[in-house]
């Protein structure tokens, strides 16, 4: 893997993950509380799920970096090679049986806020001190098999900006009350 694609996903991460920071600021708690439906995710539900979800990922790129030859002829699922090559996950309600319907809501908004720059800070010191575009070791996603560290950051801004079409709809909810 080239050095400037390494660079490029990492570029893509920050920019994902600066606008959740960034939008945190159109909402007040209640807001971000504020269920669209009473068996969907208010937008502090998805802002929990973004978070916790990616500090597991960041695990697994530490867990990928660090054992370098783990698993290292193992494939991803063919669902995430196409998700993959299309840079995107599919643009449709994805059903995922870890998430919990009942997860909680953020306390405060200075907790989303601190919550995802400690990710942004982590990710870029582990990819500073490490070499991603070369990295082999993998591990196992529970529905989608092995990811290498750089895949796992590729998977991680996806994931988010995937999440944006869910944030879309909730403010479609939210702003037209």
Known sequence: MEIN????????????IEK???????????MLCQKPQINSWSL????????????????QMKASLLFDNANSEKEM???????????EFPDML???PSNNPNLRMP??????LQSLVLIKDEVNKLYSI???SNSNGKTEHPGLLFFNALEWLRFAEMHMRHHLRQKSRIDDKIFSK
């Open 44 to 59: 502090g539900q998805v802002y929990v799920h973004i978070v916790e979800d990616t500090e597991y990922f960041i695990e």
């Open 5 to 16: 694609k390494a660079n490029t996903y990492l570029r893509q991460f920050n920019e994902t």
């Open 77 to 87: 699922h063919r669902n995430a090679k196409v998700m993959f090559e299309n840079n």
């Open 130 to 132: 490490s070499d991603f």
């Open 94 to 96: 994805l059903d995922n």
């Open 20 to 30: 959740w920071i960034t939008y945190l600021d159109d909402y007040t708690l209640e």
């Open 107 to 112: 306390q405060s908004k200075d907790e989303l």
